[in-house]
């Protein structure tokens, strides 16, 4: 199999080309689930969207990430004419590639004849098709934790490496319709549209997710990702993979949160709000020696000058 894609040029448009200085096309080997394919970039030929498309397929196929996915996919289906799940995962993977964000999105792929080959499937179902699939999915035991286990276990060699830094944050992301779980709540953007609230356990640095949890729009403040976060740190991440400390904006400056990284004898940087029992402690640190045994921490007392 053979694809052709443009040649990457730093020609402007409009400008004409010396046709005895175009060099042969180069040609590219890669491996992809469905066999080897050669990629050539050919002078003239109308632009692929997705040709790229194929190197990312081909790291998914050599790293063994692609048959983790669909092998471990809980999806089970008895009827023959019902897709696989190597049907299934390949639509809704390829369709999170192309830049889909909704079902419907994945009609722009059904007239592709090249990039199901890719994956060795048939076919890309339809968008009903794989909604009823997903929804199947939900419903497993292990639905939730399919895809969420497997993007830890590929991260865990970076955060293996050396000391890290767990960045938090919470998104709002408005949504159009009516949408399972969503609700109105914080939204800057359009005030009063219903949203989701995805709290989300980023490497400080790399900005690569480790896991996230959506919540509805009305539950954006950090304490409704506080179970979250201790759950991930005390089950799920395993001791030689912790962070060194652990960061977040003003949202999680509370009691709770602070309290919790304490009790794990975890560093942390938090923002905190210039509160009036803030603004006295400081003004206390400033002055000279205070005592965090009679503010109820057990810490030793200890000099500190704020500038």
């Known amino acids: 199999m053979t694809a052709i894609f443009p040649s990457p040029s730093s020609h402007q448009l409009g400008e004409v080309l010396n046709p005895t200085s175009v060099a042969p096309p180069e040609t590219v080997t890669v491996q992809t689930p469905g066999g080897p394919l050669t990629v050539a970039w050919e002078p003239g030929t109308s632009v692929s969207v997705h040709g790229m498309a194929v190197f990312f ?5 050599v790293t063994g990430l692609w048959a983790e996915l669909k092998d471990r996919c809980p999806l089970h289906r008895t009827s023959p004419n019902a897709p696989d799940r190597a049907t299934v995962v390949g639509s809704l993977l ?19 004849k090249v990039l199901p080959e890719l994956l ?17 999915i939900a419903k497993a035991e292990t639905g939730l934790s399919w895809v969420r286990d ?10 293996r490496a050396g000391p890290w830094i767990l960045d938090l944050d919470s998104t709002v992301v408005m949504v159009y319709g009516k949408q399972g779980g969503s609700a109105k709540g914080y939204n800057p953007t359009k005030p009063g549209r219903p949203s989701y609230s995805y709290h989300a356990l980023l490497i400080g640095g790399l900005r690569l997710p480790l896991d996230v949890e959506a919540r509805p ?20 991440l395993p001791a030689d993979a912790q962070p060194w400390c652990i960061r977040g904006d003003i949202s999680y400056g509370n009691e709770s949160i602070i309290r919790g ?8 940087l938090f923002k905190l709000r210039k509160s009036g029992g803030i603004k006295a402690l400081l003004s206390d640190l400033d002055r000279g020696q205070y005592t965090w045994e009679d503010a109820g ?3 030793e007392g200890r000099d500190v000058a704020c500038s």
């Open 57 to 61: 397929i081909e790291f998914l196929h």
């Open 217 to 236: 729009g009305n539950e954006s403040h950090a304490a409704h990702g506080a179970e979250h976060l201790w759950n991930f740190l005390d089950h799920r």
């Open 94 to 112: 390829l369709s999170v590639l192309s830049g889909g964000n909704r079902y419907r999105h994945i009609d722009g792929l059904r007239g592709d």
């Open 150 to 159: 497997l993007l830890l276990e590929s991260l865990l060699p970076v955060v």
């Open 120 to 136: 060795g499937m048939r076919r890309i179902v339809s968008p009903d098709s794989l909604l009823r699939a997903v929804r199947d």
């Open 261 to 268: 990284c304490e009790q794990r004898h975890r560093d942390f």
């Open 297 to 299: 921490h057990g810490w």
